[in-house]
Protein backbone atom coordinates (compact mmCIF):
# COMPACT_ATOMS: atom_id res chain seq x y z
CA UNK A 1 0.00 0.00 0.00
CA UNK A 2 1.22 3.41 -0.98
CA UNK A 3 2.20 4.86 1.99
CA UNK A 4 4.26 8.66 2.87
CA UNK A 5 7.51 7.67 4.51
CA UNK A 6 10.29 9.69 5.97
CA UNK A 7 13.14 7.23 6.58
CA UNK A 8 16.36 8.78 8.23
CA UNK A 9 19.40 6.29 7.18
CA UNK A 10 22.11 7.50 9.88
CA UNK A 11 25.30 5.43 7.98
CA UNK A 12 27.66 4.78 10.29
CA UNK A 13 27.19 7.26 12.51
CA UNK A 14 26.67 7.63 16.62
CA UNK A 15 27.30 5.70 19.23
CA UNK A 16 24.60 3.72 20.62
CA UNK A 17 24.23 5.94 23.68
CA UNK A 18 24.03 8.87 20.83
CA UNK A 19 21.58 7.13 18.72
CA UNK A 20 18.92 5.83 21.70
CA UNK A 21 19.20 9.71 22.82
CA UNK A 22 18.68 10.51 18.68
CA UNK A 23 15.56 7.89 18.92
CA UNK A 24 13.94 8.99 22.25
CA UNK A 25 13.76 12.63 20.68
CA UNK A 26 12.13 11.39 17.65
CA UNK A 27 9.75 8.94 19.20
CA UNK A 28 8.86 11.97 21.55
CA UNK A 29 8.65 14.60 18.81
CA UNK A 30 6.67 12.52 16.44
CA UNK A 31 4.53 11.01 18.99
CA UNK A 32 3.20 14.66 19.99
CA UNK A 33 3.86 16.51 17.09
CA UNK A 34 2.85 14.65 13.44
CA UNK A 35 -0.22 14.83 12.57
CA UNK A 36 -0.51 13.22 9.13
CA UNK A 37 -0.47 10.11 8.13
CA UNK A 38 3.38 9.12 7.95
CA UNK A 39 5.65 5.92 8.62
CA UNK A 40 8.87 7.26 10.27
CA UNK A 41 12.01 4.88 9.68
CA UNK A 42 15.04 5.16 12.01
CA UNK A 43 17.64 3.03 9.58
CA UNK A 44 20.51 2.73 12.43
CA UNK A 45 23.43 0.88 12.50
CA UNK A 46 23.22 -2.84 13.49
CA UNK A 47 25.27 -2.21 16.84
CA UNK A 48 22.07 -0.11 17.71
CA UNK A 49 18.60 -2.09 16.59
CA UNK A 50 18.18 -4.23 19.48
CA UNK A 51 18.58 -1.35 21.95
CA UNK A 52 16.09 1.18 19.66
CA UNK A 53 13.43 -1.98 19.28
CA UNK A 54 12.68 -0.50 22.99
CA UNK A 55 12.53 2.53 22.23
CA UNK A 56 10.38 2.42 19.34
CA UNK A 57 8.17 0.13 21.16
CA UNK A 58 4.70 0.58 20.33
CA UNK A 59 4.68 3.54 18.67
CA UNK A 60 2.75 4.10 16.32
CA UNK A 61 4.23 3.89 12.83
CA UNK A 62 7.82 4.33 13.78
CA UNK A 63 9.73 1.17 12.36
CA UNK A 64 13.00 0.41 12.72
CA UNK A 65 15.01 -0.25 8.94
CA UNK A 66 18.79 -1.98 8.33
CA UNK A 67 21.06 -0.38 6.31
CA UNK A 68 21.96 -3.69 4.72
CA UNK A 69 22.00 -7.42 4.88
CA UNK A 70 23.96 -10.27 3.40
CA UNK A 71 21.76 -12.61 0.89
CA UNK A 72 22.33 -15.42 2.55
CA UNK A 73 20.27 -16.90 5.61
CA UNK A 74 23.24 -18.31 7.29
CA UNK A 75 26.82 -19.55 6.73
CA UNK A 76 30.33 -19.05 6.56
CA UNK A 77 30.08 -15.33 6.08
CA UNK A 78 32.02 -13.45 8.54
CA UNK A 79 30.98 -9.74 9.80
CA UNK A 80 27.95 -10.10 7.78
CA UNK A 81 24.31 -9.69 9.00
CA UNK A 82 21.56 -12.01 7.82
CA UNK A 83 18.40 -11.15 7.29
CA UNK A 84 16.73 -13.44 10.13
CA UNK A 85 18.88 -12.01 12.46
CA UNK A 86 17.34 -8.75 11.25
CA UNK A 87 13.79 -9.89 11.50
CA UNK A 88 14.29 -11.67 14.73
CA UNK A 89 15.17 -8.09 16.49
CA UNK A 90 11.92 -6.74 14.88
CA UNK A 91 13.28 -4.48 11.52
CA UNK A 92 10.91 -4.37 9.44
CA UNK A 93 12.91 -2.47 6.84
CA UNK A 94 16.09 -3.16 4.90
CA UNK A 95 17.43 -0.21 2.70
CA UNK A 96 19.39 -2.13 -0.38
CA UNK A 97 21.52 -0.98 -3.05
CA UNK A 98 22.68 2.40 -1.30
CA UNK A 99 24.92 3.87 -3.88
CA UNK A 100 27.35 3.86 -1.18
CA UNK A 101 27.51 0.25 -1.15
CA UNK A 102 27.70 0.06 -4.72
CA UNK A 103 30.42 2.42 -4.99
CA UNK A 104 32.46 1.07 -1.84
CA UNK A 105 31.33 -2.53 -1.70
CA UNK A 106 30.58 -3.35 -5.35
CA UNK A 107 27.43 -4.19 -5.02
CA UNK A 108 26.01 -5.39 -8.57
CA UNK A 109 22.37 -5.53 -10.06
CA UNK A 110 22.23 -9.25 -9.80
CA UNK A 111 24.00 -9.50 -6.06
CA UNK A 112 21.10 -6.90 -5.53
CA UNK A 113 18.65 -9.09 -7.18
CA UNK A 114 19.38 -11.42 -4.75
CA UNK A 115 19.61 -9.59 -1.50
CA UNK A 116 15.71 -8.53 -2.41
CA UNK A 117 14.65 -11.79 -2.83
CA UNK A 118 16.33 -12.66 0.88
CA UNK A 119 14.63 -9.85 2.65
CA UNK A 120 11.06 -10.21 1.14
CA UNK A 121 10.97 -14.22 1.73
CA UNK A 122 11.61 -13.00 5.70
CA UNK A 123 8.82 -10.93 5.58
CA UNK A 124 10.47 -7.20 5.78
CA UNK A 125 10.30 -4.46 2.93
CA UNK A 126 13.47 -3.57 0.75
CA UNK A 127 13.41 -0.10 0.54
CA UNK A 128 15.49 -0.33 -2.97
CA UNK A 129 17.65 2.26 -4.10
CA UNK A 130 18.94 3.80 -7.61
CA UNK A 131 19.81 7.01 -8.86
CA UNK A 132 22.77 8.01 -11.60
CA UNK A 133 25.88 9.47 -11.05
CA UNK A 134 26.75 13.18 -11.94
CA UNK A 135 28.48 11.90 -15.41
CA UNK A 136 25.35 9.95 -16.37
CA UNK A 137 23.17 12.80 -15.93
CA UNK A 138 25.35 15.19 -18.17
CA UNK A 139 24.89 12.67 -20.58
CA UNK A 140 21.36 12.33 -20.39
CA UNK A 141 21.85 8.84 -19.55
CA UNK A 142 19.94 9.05 -16.36
CA UNK A 143 16.97 7.55 -17.40
CA UNK A 144 18.26 4.84 -19.16
CA UNK A 145 20.27 4.12 -15.88
CA UNK A 146 17.63 4.14 -13.46
CA UNK A 147 15.44 1.75 -15.51
CA UNK A 148 18.35 -0.50 -15.97
CA UNK A 149 18.58 -0.84 -12.57
CA UNK A 150 15.13 -1.03 -11.50
CA UNK A 151 14.68 -3.79 -14.25
CA UNK A 152 18.11 -5.97 -13.48
CA UNK A 153 17.21 -6.50 -9.47
CA UNK A 154 13.49 -5.93 -9.25
CA UNK A 155 11.72 -7.38 -12.73
CA UNK A 156 12.32 -10.64 -11.76
CA UNK A 157 9.69 -10.50 -9.11
CA UNK A 158 6.32 -11.47 -8.97
CA UNK A 159 3.72 -8.47 -8.68
CA UNK A 160 2.76 -9.97 -5.38
CA UNK A 161 6.33 -9.44 -4.13
CA UNK A 162 6.55 -6.54 -6.56
CA UNK A 163 3.93 -4.50 -4.22
CA UNK A 164 6.11 -5.30 -1.06
CA UNK A 165 8.98 -2.89 -2.54
CA UNK A 166 9.51 0.56 -1.71
CA UNK A 167 11.84 1.82 -4.08
CA UNK A 168 13.71 5.38 -3.18
CA UNK A 169 15.69 7.67 -5.67
CA UNK A 170 18.88 8.91 -4.89
CA UNK A 171 20.74 10.98 -7.28
CA UNK A 172 24.43 10.35 -6.41
CA UNK A 173 25.51 13.73 -6.63
CA UNK A 174 23.37 15.21 -4.37
CA UNK A 175 24.03 12.87 -1.62
CA UNK A 176 25.62 14.27 1.59
CA UNK A 177 26.77 17.14 -1.27
CA UNK A 178 24.38 19.78 -0.22
CA UNK A 179 23.16 20.19 -3.86
CA UNK A 180 19.57 19.08 -4.15
CA UNK A 181 17.31 17.61 -7.08
CA UNK A 182 15.04 20.19 -8.09
CA UNK A 183 11.45 19.43 -7.17
CA UNK A 184 10.68 18.94 -11.14
CA UNK A 185 14.02 16.96 -11.55
CA UNK A 186 12.64 14.91 -8.78
CA UNK A 187 9.21 14.18 -9.65
CA UNK A 188 10.26 13.61 -13.29
CA UNK A 189 11.94 10.96 -12.26
CA UNK A 190 9.43 9.68 -9.85
CA UNK A 191 7.45 9.70 -12.58
CA UNK A 192 9.20 7.60 -15.00
CA UNK A 193 10.07 5.29 -11.96
CA UNK A 194 6.50 4.98 -11.80
CA UNK A 195 5.69 4.26 -15.27
CA UNK A 196 8.57 1.75 -15.71
CA UNK A 197 6.80 -0.41 -12.92
CA UNK A 198 3.35 -0.22 -14.79
CA UNK A 199 4.90 -1.13 -18.42
CA UNK A 200 6.15 -3.70 -16.82
CA UNK A 201 3.35 -4.91 -14.06
CA UNK A 202 0.40 -2.81 -13.98
CA UNK A 203 -0.82 0.51 -13.11
CA UNK A 204 -2.91 -0.09 -10.51
CA UNK A 205 0.23 -1.92 -8.77
CA UNK A 206 2.61 0.73 -9.88
CA UNK A 207 0.05 3.24 -8.01
CA UNK A 208 0.45 1.21 -4.99
CA UNK A 209 4.28 1.72 -4.66
CA UNK A 210 5.96 4.50 -1.97
CA UNK A 211 8.80 6.11 -3.63
CA UNK A 212 11.21 8.04 -2.10
CA UNK A 213 13.37 10.40 -3.19
CA UNK A 214 16.74 11.23 -1.03
CA UNK A 215 19.61 14.18 -1.48
CA UNK A 216 20.18 16.48 0.87
CA UNK A 217 16.90 16.58 2.39
CA UNK A 218 16.09 19.08 4.90
CA UNK A 219 13.35 20.66 6.87
CA UNK A 220 13.96 23.95 4.26
CA UNK A 221 12.93 22.21 1.18
CA UNK A 222 11.42 19.02 2.33
CA UNK A 223 7.77 20.19 2.00
CA UNK A 224 8.62 21.68 -2.05
CA UNK A 225 9.91 18.05 -3.18
CA UNK A 226 7.47 16.18 -1.33
CA UNK A 227 4.70 18.45 -3.44
CA UNK A 228 5.34 16.06 -6.40
CA UNK A 229 2.76 14.14 -7.17
CA UNK A 230 4.91 10.58 -7.41
CA UNK A 231 7.03 11.73 -4.47
CA UNK A 232 5.90 9.97 -1.59
CA UNK A 233 8.78 10.77 1.39
CA UNK A 234 12.34 10.93 1.47
CA UNK A 235 15.10 8.85 2.45
CA UNK A 236 17.34 11.35 4.17
CA UNK A 237 20.97 10.72 5.82
CA UNK A 238 22.52 14.03 7.67
CA UNK A 239 19.43 15.97 8.50
CA UNK A 240 18.16 12.66 9.81
CA UNK A 241 21.07 13.07 12.78
CA UNK A 242 19.36 16.09 13.99
CA UNK A 243 16.21 15.01 15.72
CA UNK A 244 14.69 18.42 15.64
CA UNK A 245 15.47 18.85 11.98
CA UNK A 246 14.03 15.67 11.12
CA UNK A 247 10.79 15.29 12.86
CA UNK A 248 10.44 18.76 10.91
CA UNK A 249 10.93 16.89 7.66
CA UNK A 250 8.34 14.57 8.31
CA UNK A 251 5.67 16.95 9.20
CA UNK A 252 6.64 18.67 5.77
CA UNK A 253 3.84 16.23 3.84
C1 LIG B 1 21.43 9.13 1.86
O1 LIG B 1 22.51 8.77 2.25
O2 LIG B 1 20.58 8.27 1.58
C2 LIG B 1 21.20 10.56 1.71
C3 LIG B 1 20.19 10.94 0.98
O3 LIG B 1 22.06 11.40 2.36
P1 LIG B 1 21.91 13.00 2.52
O4 LIG B 1 20.50 13.27 2.95
O5 LIG B 1 22.90 13.38 3.56
O6 LIG B 1 22.19 13.61 1.18
Redesign the pocket.
Known sequence: MRRNIAAG?W?MNTSLEEGMQLASEVVNMATAEVVKDIDILLIAPFTHLTSLQKIVGEAKNIFLGAQNCHEADSGAYTGEISAPMLKAIGVKYVVLG???RREYFAESHALLASKTDTVLRHGMTPVF?CGEKLEIREQNKHFELVEAQIRESLFHLSADQMKKVVI?Y?PVW????GVTASAEQAQEMHAFIRKTIANKYSQSLADSISILY????KAANANEIFGGADVDG???????LQSREFVEIAKAF
Open positions: NKHSECAEAIGTGGSVGLVGGAS
